[in-house]
């Protein structure tokens, strides 16, 4: 059971660049999440998908995009990045209490 | 709305003794409380969540925790932590939404807790 995948692990961007964070789950999970981590600050909510079709803008949505492309899938998209986008970012499903997180992308804008 | 303060940023602790790490929350209504561990470089593993019942709350690792309503309370405790609880500690709240189901869950910034032998 690979629970929440990832990908990429790591990445490196130049400013203006995009780029897409893959994330898909096996649990059949109705709701999924995009959070991003930077110190000091804890977790922030970008995006969040309650169900499939659905998306939602959380705490931290300027810069991004997402896409809950079936149940099992739900990306993330940088269309321009910026030095202030560097962090680390997870992505995380529920079905009632308690979110499971992927193991998270570091990614870092220059 | 709800929001949650982690009182303390970091908690250098021996080996052996006990632990405290202080989470207050605060919301309108009510609310669902978690505590998750994120070692380095790893994402978060729940270490145990509030739902409704006895406020004592034990979780994985010999974590527990005690939801205090009056205080708006949810701090986790160890009676003797060991080299390999250091890690980065977050505690968590969500609403409660009709039928009972959770709402999007509100990070604290943290707490580091190193633990020196």
């Known amino acids: 059971n690979a629970g929440v995948t990832q990908t990429p692990k790591f990445q490196v961007l130049k400013t203006g660049q995009s780029m897409t964070l893959q994330c898909a789950q096996d649990?059949?999970?109705?709701?999924m999440y995009w959070y991003r981590q930077d110190p000091g600050m804890g977790l922030r909510l970008i995006y969040y998908?309650?169900?499939?079709?659905?998306?939602d803008k959380g705490e931290v949505p300027n810069g991004y995009n997402v896409s809950r492309l079936n149940k099992r899938e739900f990306s993330l998209r940088l269309e321009s990045a910026a030095p202030s986008q560097t962090s680390v970012y997870f992505c995380a499903s529920t079905l009632f209490y308690g979110y499971t997180f992927g193991s998270g992308t570091r990614l870092t804008v220059v | 709305a709800q929001s949650v303060t982690q009182l303390d940023s970091q908690v250098p602790v021996f080996e052996e003794a006990p632990v405290e790490l202080r989470c207050n929350y605060s919301?309108?209504?009510?609310?669902?409380l978690f505590w998750y561990v994120q070692y380095p470089n790893q994402g978060l593993q729940l270490l145990l969540k509030y739902l409704s019942g006895s406020t004592l709350v034990k979780g994985i690792n010999g974590f527990e925790a005690e939801f205090n309503k009056s205080q708006t309370s949810f701090h986790l405790r160890k009676p003797s932590v060991h080299i390999s609880d250091t890690a980065e500690y977050f505690c968590?709240?969500?609403?409660?939404?009709?039928?009972?189901?959770?709402?999007?869950?509100?990070f604290g910034k943290g707490t580091k807790l190193s633990v020196k032998p």
């Open positions: 919301s309108s209504v009510s609310v669902y």
């Open positions: 998908s309650a169900s499939e079709g659905t998306t």
């Open positions: 968590a709240v969500s609403a409660t939404l009709y039928g009972g189901s959770q709402g999007n869950l509100i």
């Open positions: 649990m059949n999970h109705n709701s």
